[in-house]
Nanobody, 122 residues
Framework: QVQLVESGGGSVQAGGSLRVSCASS??????MGWFRQAPGKEREGVAV????????FYADSVKGRFTISRDMANNTVYLQMNNLKPDDTAMYYC?????????????????WGQGTQVTVSS
């Protein structure tokens, strides 16, 4: 069974940058997304990228600051996060879609990683 493993989280001051990665143990020819969940809040979609890589969607809260990309040859998805804010503090999860719909809805994803923590201090 394919597994997703996130890495690259950490602590950074506001205005800083981080890049988180998601390595797949197998070939995931499906849209891939990044989600986040802060304590006491629901999991929310942050960014998603289609199989063709030309299709990307972002949550309004991260547009212009975050960039999702994928390396199909190495089965890896990245999320570059710039100008980080304290509100970006959360556990970040990558996920593979159950079909080929490119969306930010958690229900459209059925394969999840274990998450990586991102903490932004003011």
């Amino acid at each position: 069974q394919v597994q997703l493993v996130e890495s690259g989280g950490g602590s950074v001051q506001a205005g800083g940058s981080l890049r988180v990665s998601c390595a797949s143990s197998g070939y995931t020819y499906r849209p891939m997304g990044w989600f986040r969940q802060a304590p006491g809040k629901e999991r929310e979609g942050v960014a998603v990228i289609g199989v063709g890589r030309s299709t990307t969607f972002y949550a309004d809260s991260v547009k212009g600051r975050f960039t999702i990309s994928r390396d199909m040859a190495n089965n890896t998805v990245y999320l570059q996060m710039n100008n980080l804010k304290p509100d970006d503090t959360a556990m970040y999860y990558c996920a593979a879609a159950r079909g080929f719909v490119v969306s930010l809805r958690t229900d459209d994803f059925n394969l999840w990683g274990q998450g990586t923590q991102v903490t932004v201090s003011s």
